[in-house]
């Protein structure tokens, strides 16, 4: 038998599946990708057909290690790392999925988290989270409301509901298991105890005859059909953390897509803001204690370069924002707050929409192309800045990651605007790399956290090179734009 | 304005003619809509075909607008669009050969560096996307000069930057055809004493080279005794060739 050399990951995301597998230095061997239907039944709801993400998943798996000219005994573990929220039943006997899976964009449940609005300090309190149709425990109670025959089943037991690490964990080994970041976005769990909490099952009206059992993040929760050990699950978002050896408190990394995502680690303590971030739970290893995570959502930042391509046309692809900003020296006196569907993270104000402002007859396009990049700039140092607030720490570099750190001017504009340096790591696939790190932790391929850092390397750096009165103007600029985007929506 | 030439202002009437709808048009409608007799139609059209502007259908004889004309406007790659598609392939290359990795591109006489990955030892160094590379002493350059869709010569004279620079315009075209030849291009200590280069062309849907590719190290490393390790050119080319496959898609 050949001996073991690879660790593979799934990364079941919102648009696509895909498998990679690492070796030992954590580079990429190799990739497989499908992805699945968005379907759209009415405005607003986003749904997935669980029965297919299953079998792509299945097909990417066994094309990443076949392909690559791999046999399953050198896989020496798998990790999973999913979308987050999104909620699929089945039930329990066939193991069928009961309704189309709701996708964590999806808008259904607004009126439900307004009804459920007397109850908003105690999820604050208990699960680390604002009421908001974001995450799953609305969706659970939206679905169980539509159909009395279904709360019954679920109440017995016979309909279960789970994230897709559940899903991909019970289709893989045929447990009911959930990890406890997955679990830390359900608005069920305490992040406190890190079990289901009464009161908050009470208040959200879900039974927990349906709830998976809520594990650490890594250990090995059974074996592939193949032999494999399943050995980790996290949510895309903590994988990420993971990935860029984000192992003490205060380091944080940025992972820039259509919207961002930041996350500090913030130490064996949750911290429950008062700045408008979520509390979650970062990783958890075996039976070592949780790894909690401050967590900042921006809506709109790649999204904003692709609506200047498609919307305005004024690029024919998102990497020429760079070229058409660079053909100005500065923003020409313009900032663009995109707050598209109002502003997300600190501010969560949902009647804000977005603004263009500091026009004048010199401002060009170029200048618009600037003000874009700035936007991403300054809604990271918004969040930065809450998170230093809530943490108490201060962040030293930033560890930037995702499709937007090939654009360098706007590297360099984050570097200048939070005044810290900003590192984009070697291996760009930090995603599933932090559960491939993980399953790999769990089935000692690696021994420690230490060798894994010691896998972590610098690909690029960018330092701040303006001046503080400089960055103070501008931020008050910022400030000053964010303000007029408040109060459009008449509610 | 001064003097035309009139057969390319028929071909022009001709191309405008061609694109104005979605339908082929064959000599006859051509003629008549320009007023111009079919024998003199036919020469410029067999030019245009000549040339891949116009394309004739091989059933009907009628024209249509040409894929390469198609392609003329949206032909040129921004380097920001081909750093976004390579950097995945360059952190690769990086990691596997231990080394640092570059993307060149043409730039006005000098090789523009428009990526560069830290070499993975997490040692001091500093980006230097932005900066220029002189063309013919450097292995980023030599690709991108043997490769040169244009053909154009270097002109002298070339500056020395180390006693090993190729300074002859002569031995500096043996070379570059010896780049063509075995389709990567070295750095001896050409332009900064104890270090070496390796890179190869990365090109785009069409063939042409749009960039260069490759690492950086010390000589010690790349090429111990003065003679490179092969291990290190075929990542260079395999990073090459990954791009370029991935442009072509």
């Known amino acids: 038998m050949p001996r073991p050399h690879y660790v593979a990951a799934i990364d079941q995301g919102t648009t696509s599946s895909r498998c990679i597998v690492f070796d030992q230095a954590g580079n990429i061997i190799s990739v497989a990708q499908r992805e699945h239907r968005q379907i759209f039944p009415k405005p607003g709801w986003v749904e997935h057909d669980a029965t297919e993400i299953w079998q792509n998943v299945e097909a990417v798996l066994a094309e990443a290690v076949s392909g690559a000219g791999l046999e399953d005994g050198q896989i020496a573990a798998l990790g999973i790392t999913n979308q987050r929220e999104t909620t699929v039943l089945w039930e329990r006997a066939t193991g069928r999925p009961v309704r189309p899976a709701i996708v964590w964009q999806d808008t259904r449940t607004d009126a439900l988290t307004h009804a459920l609005a007397e109850h908003a300090s105690l999820f604050r309190e208990k699960a680390g989270l604002p009421l908001a149709t974001y995450f799953s425990g609305p969706k659970i109670r939206w679905l169980l409301d539509q159909d009395p025959g279904l709360r019954e089943r679920a109440e017995r037991g016979e309909v279960l509901f789970g994230t897709m690490d559940s899903w991909l964990l019970w289709n893989l080994t045929g447990r009911h298991l959930t990890d406890v970041t997955n679990a830390s976005r359900t608005m069920l769990m305490n992040i406190h105890t890190l079990g289901w909490d009464d009161d908050l099952l009470a208040a959200m009206g879900v039974p927990r005859a349906m709830l998976p059992e809520i594990r650490p993040s890594a250990e090995v929760y059974g074996h592939t059909r193949d032999g494999v050990p399943v050995a980790s699950a996290l949510g895309d978002q903590q994988a990420a953390l993971f990935g860029q050896t984000c192992f003490a408190p205060g380091e944080t990394k940025s992972t820039y897509g259509s919207g961002s995502f930041l996350l500090m680690n913030t130490g064996q303590e949750p911290v429950v803001s008062k700045h408008g971030l979520l509390t979650t739970v970062g990783y958890r290893i075996g039976d070592g204690p949780a790894t909690y995570a401050l967590e900042g959502a921006i809506a709109v930042t790649g999204s904003l370069v692709q609506w200047l391509r498609d919307n305005l046309g004024l690029i024919s692809s998102a990497a020429e924002i760079e070229t058409l900003a660079k053909t100005v020296d500065d923003n020409g006196g313009c900032y663009f707050v995109p707050a598209f569907s109002g502003l997300f993270a600190p501010h969560w104000r949902s009647d804000a929409r977005g603004v263009i402002a500091g026009l004048t007859g010199f401002v060009n396009k170029g200048h618009i192309a600037r003000a874009v990049l700035e936007a991403t700039a300054w809604q990271t140092r918004e969040v930065v800045d809450a998170m230093n607030a809530d943490s108490g720490l201060d962040l030293t570099t930033l560890r930037a990651d995702g499709g937007m750190t090939a654009d360098n001017l706007l590297m360099q504009t984050l570097a200048d605007v939070l005044a810290v340096p900003v590192i984009r790591p070697m291996v760009a696939e930090t995603t599933a790399l932090g559960a491939a790190y993980a399953a790999g932790l769990a089935t000692g391929y690696w021994p420690d956290l230490d060798s894994l850092r010691a896998n972590w390397h610098k690909a690029a750096e960018w330092r701040p090179a303006i001046d503080e009165a400089a960055r103070e103007r501008e931020y008050r600029n910022w400030k000053k734009a964010v303000a007029r985007t408040l109060d459009w929506v008449e509610q | ?249």
């Open chain 2, 1 to 249: 304005m001064g003097d035309t030439i009139q057969s390319v202002e028929r071909a022009a009437a001709i191309l405008r003619l061609l694109a104005s709808g979605p339908r082929q048009l064959g000599v006859a409608e051509l003629a008549r809509a320009l007023g111009l007799p079919k024998g003199t139609l036919h020469g410029i059209l067999r030019t245009l075909v000549h040339v891949g502007f116009v394309e004739q259908d091989d059933t009907t004889g009628k024209y249509r607008l040409g894929a390469t004309l198609l392609h003329l406007g949206s032909s040129y790659l921004d380097v920001n669009e081909l750093r976004t598609r390579s950097i995945n392939w360059a952190d690769a290359l990086a990691g596997r050969s231990r080394e640092s990795a570059w993307i060149g591109t043409p730039h006005e006489g000098h090789v523009l560096v428009i990526h560069h990955v830290f070499r993975p030892d997490d040692s001091m160094q500093t980006l230097q996307v932005g900066t220029y590379l002189p063309l013919h002493a450097s292995a980023l350059g030599k690709v991108l000069l043997a490769y040169d869709p244009y053909g154009e010569s270097i002109t002298p004279p070339l500056q020395a930057h180390t006693k090993r620079t190729l300074t002859d315009p002569a031995r500096l075209e043996a070379e570059l055809a010896q780049v063509r030849a075995r389709g990567w291009a070295a750095e001896m200590e050409e332009l900064t004493e104890g270090e070496v280069a390796i890179a190869a062309p990365i090109r785009d849907a069409r063939g042409l080279a749009v960039g260069a590719i490759g690492i950086r190290g010390a000589v010690e490393r790349l090429a111990p005794g003065g003679d490179l390790h092969m291990e290190f050119v075929s990542y260079v080319r395999d990073a090459a060739r990954a791009i370029t496959r991935d442009l072509a898609r």
